[in-house]
């Protein structure tokens, strides 16, 4: 990355880092219906530095694309839309491609039915029900990821459909150390025994970092206590107290070093394990049908579950990082190294695993570089992996809905029925007469069906009915650019493999300025 | 069919499309919620609108503020703009002024030509004074921000709703000088004292920004005196007059800073009789630091390495040279994160300094985060959050001013899915703010003995109490000590307050006509005892000042270890402060969130995440 692209993206680096930047770069994303919606979301991933772009739309540009689309210029009416949006569009950012299709998207997969094999991510746009049937099965059955947004008069609605996702930097907050106090690797327990604090007077043990301090008593309680960490309350808080005895030597209260000891004293009992969003990983079926065409991530999971099980007694790889410690840089540095290098073993090991499984597959070693493999092992606690639902599926899972608000959520099973409405009787509810309560009564009736057909029998209100027909499918900017905001940034999500995503579905409902997620 | 069409008259809401057209509709900010919110402006069919930015477009500008390209670097951002958003539309009327809103040009009767003002700025000062011209015009607002994934809108109008400045802000702190040229405990001390070390050595001169030992440490005192050895600064020349001296030698240099200082600062035994006393590095020694803990560790970028002692020594040889040969011909160097010798020199010299005071050494990565103020700021918070702008403007328009409560936008939707919460109704003004209330007051302590007139004019009223041109009267005697005529008070400046009355218990009335805002000012004496005493303290709410009292808390100074806030500010982007952050955004009830409005873009940083 030269340093004018690295400026250009410095204040996004900040949240995804290079290796995000990296990944964003070499992705190719299909936006299907360049209306506001789909533009506005456009726009904001080739803003992040997407690598291409490619518009698909057969419509012409109409009147109401000037009341709402920004990325059409004046005088192109009944010009291609996909042409005019793409023109403005590819002017965003110049280190990003994009092309146009001006045919309809059924049409490009009757003659290439492997159109949509290229693309990392597709964006589809206020969809219709038969088109989003259709390429959502296609895309399901390819695995590649399709983010659904919608903008209904005031309501939004973003839906990912994706078979498998799999995340390896979570990004988790609050993730808690990695010490292994409770299994300490050779090299740290050599320096656990060679650790003598009550030898030290004041000023050395100023310098010792709280990590050390707590290994130290503990090796001291293990020693009284026939190798049991503390386990009640009682005995954790003697160990509390050790740790506060110990800080007493300063004349002027506990050290700063000491405080901190004694307020992560819970590592000494806290126990390594896996946590279940790695074993779910590790059980996955992908982690032993290891094919030439398994995705890169599932030749390092599997390379980690192997290394966690056969060669590190059931844990993970070390992470390699200590947080700050108040601490004498020498010691401290001391320290770091004994965790970095434990770390580096780690990773060549796993390595070694990743090289042997690509092998046993027919694929070159640098088939995943060592970069990859080493940011694996240092986020493999949040590693993940999420099972989506296809369009068809969507019932299935209806008794999970425990939605907060309730009403919120009726909009999910209304915008479906607007959909069902429209492909029904070819227009969307409310457009039909001159007055938009006209289609009222037909679209009750389709809400019932739809509702019926998902096996719910959750009661919704009229006013919901007779809001959706004065919308009458009226995609409103201000709500398309809050639509296409939310789902750019889980396109971005997905494309880095960072952050968890939406799992899988969201309303936004911009009269009460409510958005909820909830999967279905 | 019009845009004002599509958005109302698809809803069936006639008035509104009648409304739309015809309202004027004040931006204030241009960056990236501003170039947002001036888009959907335009297509929901309003057609006068004014914007207002005071900054030049830079190239770290272009992943979210979608109105400008590569071509526009270094041009007006409003004007830039203007002209993105015309080539759009020829139906709307724009107005651009490449301005600062603090510009007494912009006063009350400027605010009062518009329906409504939307705010989309990005430091609190500003979103201050517009929220006081807001309410002396009386002219909804609505205030918006965001910080990497998170955001906030709200609605403001007088008399209806809190305003702006109706709940204590987390407080902004900067580090007191002492800490930083004497005890630094935290690596952003350690970069702040490397960017003036920068400044003293290349930059413009700056006395704010001496990075020698400082004498007048509070600490050093005992029984309330200094000592007498300790007089004065150790300097009696300018560093920058002895650098060129000495020819910019770095071994000269380094010794200086990094070995005779800190055995000057060891000689302050009163320092380090509680902390653990720095160790000197001298230029020989530094060479004898080769052993490192990640630098063989090849496999990550030298930007995310903590390179050793003796690197960074050698950097800092390097670097001087660099610069010293760029100041040729010039009277000084500006410091420039993206620069990358003045980069390179600042994270040598923070390293190092690190180094001897025993605080944790960073990455160049991480150290130009901190020095650079590299706040998150992505194009999809922004775009969400102008759309919600934009969908109240509509409500104000039609007058459905209840139907606006502020709506917060939270960072991590993935464990609550709760994306976006509102509050379930307008929060109603606090009575005792000392903004909006009708008679505000507020407390302020200081040392009236040693404050000066300026002092006072300059740090509380305008910096901390975002006044622009304030007039303050002695109440009681009817003097006017400080005038916003020019020159009409200049002989009182150099005064203490003392000297012209105003002593402990006296109150001020301060009036500032631009703001059309008149405050009540209660004066209590104060020293600064402890070490991080700040050299004075205000109290908003007199009520709140009693149970703080009670409970012995220092006007809600909290800093907190863990995460900053940085006020970029033109005169002085240096300036780190800390604040603590409270994201408790659980549940979308009614209980009053206590959370910190997100600021915009360059106000907020979560440092956590960057140095972790």
Not at chain 1, 7 to 24: A, C, D, N
Not at chain 1, 58 to 69: I, Q, R
Not at chain 1, 309 to 328: E, H, I, K, S
Not at chain 2, 135 to 164: H, W
């Amino acid at each position: 990355m030269d340093g004018l692209t690295e400026k250009r993206y410095e204040r996004q680096i900040q949240l995804w880092g290079v290796q995000g930047q990296t990944s964003l770069r070499n992705s190719k994303v299909c936006l299907i219906n360049a209306d506001a919606t789909g533009t506005e979301a456009l726009k904001n991933l080739i803003l992040a530095g997407v690598g291409s772009f490619t518009i698909v739309d057969d419509t012409t540009v109409k009147e109401v694309d000037y009341g709402n689309n920004f990325f059409i210029a004046e005088g192109k009416l009944d010009h291609s839309r996909a042409e005019c949006t793409y023109e403005l569009l590819q002017e965003l950012n110049p280190e990003v491609t994009g092309n146009f299709i001006s045919e309809g998207v059924l049409t490009i997969l009757k003659t290439e039915p492997t159109f949509f094999d290229k693309f990392s991510l597709v964006i589809g746009a206020n969809l219709t029900e038969r088109i989003l049937q259709y390429v959502g099965r296609d895309l399901w059955d390819k695995n590649i990821p399709l983010i659904l947004v919608f903008a209904y008069g005031m309501i939004a609605y973003v839906r990912i459909v994706h078979a498998l996702h799999t995340v390896v930097q979570g990004h988790v907050d609050n993730l808690p150390h990695d010490f292994q106090c409770d299994a300490p690797f050779p090299a740290l327990k050599k320096l656990i025994t060679t650790t003598d604090l009550d030898s030290l007077d004041s000023t050395q043990l100023r310098d010792v970092p709280y990590l050390l301090i707590i290994l130290f008593y503990l090796k001291k309680w293990l020693e009284l206590h026939s190798g049991r960490p503390p386990e009640t309350r009682i005995e954790k808080d003697e160990f509390k107290k050790l740790i506060q005895e110990g800080g007493k030597k300063f004349s002027e209260g506990n050290e700063v070093n000491f405080e901190e000891a004694f307020s992560f004293a819970f590592y000494a009992w806290r126990r390594s394990e896996i946590p279940s969003n790695v074993l779910e990983v590790f059980r996955h079926p992908c982690c032993d049908s290891l094919t030439k065409k398994s995705d890169t991530f599932w030749f390092l999971a599997r390379a980690v579950r192997d290394f966690t099980f056969y060669d590190n007694n059931g844990r993970l790889p070390l992470r390699g990082v200590l947080p700050d410690m108040t601490a004498g840089t020498a010691n401290y540095s001391q320290l770091l190294l004994l965790y970095q290098q434990e770390a580096v073993k780690h990773a060549s090991m796993v390595s070694a695993r990743v090289h042997n499984l690509l092998l046993r597959c027919g694929l070159p070693e640098d088939y995943i570089d060592d970069e990859e493999i080493k940011t694996i092992c240092e986020n493999s606690a949040t590693l993940k992996c999420f099972e989506g639902t296809s369009l068809q599926h969507e019932e299935a899972r209806l008794d999970d809905f425990n939605v907060q608000p309730a009403e919120v959520f009726s909009w999910y099973f209304c915008l479906k029925a607007a959909r069902f409405f429209q492909r029904r009787y070819g227009h969307s509810p409310g457009t039909g007469t001159s007055n938009y309560l006209g289609d009222l009564l037909t679209l009750k009736s389709c809400l019932a069906e739809v509702l019926n057909e998902m096996k719910s029998n959750r009661k919704i209100e009229d006013e919901y009915l007779i809001e959706l027909c004065r919308f009458g499918a009226s995609e409103i900017h201000s709500v398309a650019a809050c639509a296409s905001g939310i789902a750019a940034q889980e396109g971005i999500k997905v494309l880095t493999r960072q952050f968890y995503p939406l799992n899988n579905a969201l309303i936004v409902d911009t009269v009460t300025g409510q958005a909820v997620s909830f999967r279905v | 069919m019009n845009c004002q069409e599509v958005v109302a008259a698809e809803l069936n809401n006639t008035s509104l499309a009648q409304l739309i057209p015809k309202s004027k509709i004040l931006v204030v900010g241009a960056g990236g919620i501003g170039c947002e919110i001036l888009k959907n402006l335009c297509l929901s069919g309003f057609q006068d609108v004014e914007i207002i930015d005071l900054d030049t477009i830079d190239v770290s500008n272009l992943n979210r503020q979608f109105l400008f390209r590569k071509e526009h670097v270094g041009k007006p951002k409003a004007v830039v703009a203007r002209e993105s958003v015309m080539t759009f539309t020829s139906n709307m009327k724009i107005k651009a002024y490449h301005d600062s809103i603090f510009n007494q040009e912009y006063g009350i009767n400027f605010f009062k030509r518009f329906k409504l003002v939307l705010n989309a700025l990005d430091n609190r000062s500003a979103r201050n004074h517009v929220n006081r011209m807001c309410l002396a015009a009386d002219v909804p607002l609505v205030e918006s921000g965001t910080a990497g994934y998170s955001g906030q809108v709200e609605l403001i109008k007088k008399g209806l709703t809190q305003c702006y400045e109706c709940q204590p802000k987390p407080q902004q702190r900067s580090f007191p000088g002492c800490t930083i040229r004497n005890t630094p405990s935290e690596p952003v001390h350690c970069i702040v004292w490397a960017k003036h070390l920068f400044n003293q050595l290349f930059g413009e001169d700056d006395p704010d920004q001496d990075v020698s030992p400082d004498t007048e440490d509070p600490e050093l005192k005992k029984d309330g005196e200094f000592s007498t050895t300790h007089t004065g600064d150790v300097q009696r020349k300018s560093t920058r007059q002895w650098a060129e001296e000495i020819n910019y030698e770095p071994e000269k240099l380094f010794n200086k800073f990094f070995k005779d200082d800190i055995n000057y600062l060891l000689s302050m035994e009163n320092l380090w009789k509680t902390r653990k006393a720095p160790t000197p590095l001298s230029w020989e020694e530094s060479h004898l630091c080769v052993s490192n803990i990640s630098e063989e560790d090849i496999s990550t970028s030298i930007d995310m390495r903590i390179l050793s002692l003796q690197k960074c020594a050698e950097i800092f040889s390097d670097t001087v040279t660099t610069l010293k040969k760029q100041l040729v011909n010039r009277k000084f160097l500006v410091w420039d994160k993206d620069d990358k010798p003045a980069m390179d020199f600042v994270a040598a010299c923070a390293n190092i300094r690190a180094h001897i005071f025993s605080i944790p050494q960073k990455s160049r990565f991480a150290v130009k985060s901190i020095a650079g103020n590299i706040i998150p700021a992505i194009a999809t918070a922004n775009a969400l959050i102008a759309g919600l702008v934009v969908l109240y403007a509509f409500r104000v328009l039609k007058n459905e001013l209840n139907k606006c409560p502020t709506i917060y936008l939270r960072q991590k939707s993935v464990y609550s899915k709760v994306l976006l919460a509102a509050d379930n109704s307008l929060q109603s003004p606090n009575p005792n703010c000392y903004v909006c209330s009708s008679k505000p007051v507020v407390d302020v302590f200081v040392n009236v003995f040693k404050m000066t007139l300026n002092e006072f004019e300059n740090e509380i009223l305008k910096n901390t109490l975002n006044m622009v041109a304030p007039d303050a009267i002695l109440d009681g005697k009817g003097v006017v000590v400080i005038s916003s005529e020019e020159g009409e008070t200049q002989i009182n400046n150099n005064k203490k307050l003392n000297e012209v009355g105003i002593i402990d218990g006296s109150i001020l009335k301060v009036d500032d006509f631009l703001q059309n805002y008149e405050l009540t000012v209660n004066i209590n004496h104060y020293e600064a005892k402890e070490k991080d005493d700040p050299p004075f303290k205000f109290v908003a709410n007199p009520s709140d000042l009693k149970t703080k009292q009670e409970n012995g808390v220092n006007n809600g100074v909290n800093v907190s270890t863990d995460s900053y806030t940085t006020q970029q500010s033109s005169d002085d982007d240096d300036v780190v402060t800390c604040t603590t952050e409270d994201y408790d955004y659980e549940a979308s009830s009614s209980k009053r969130r206590k959370m910190n409005p997100p600021e915009d873009e360059d106000d907020l940083i979560i440092v956590e995440d960057v140095i972790n």
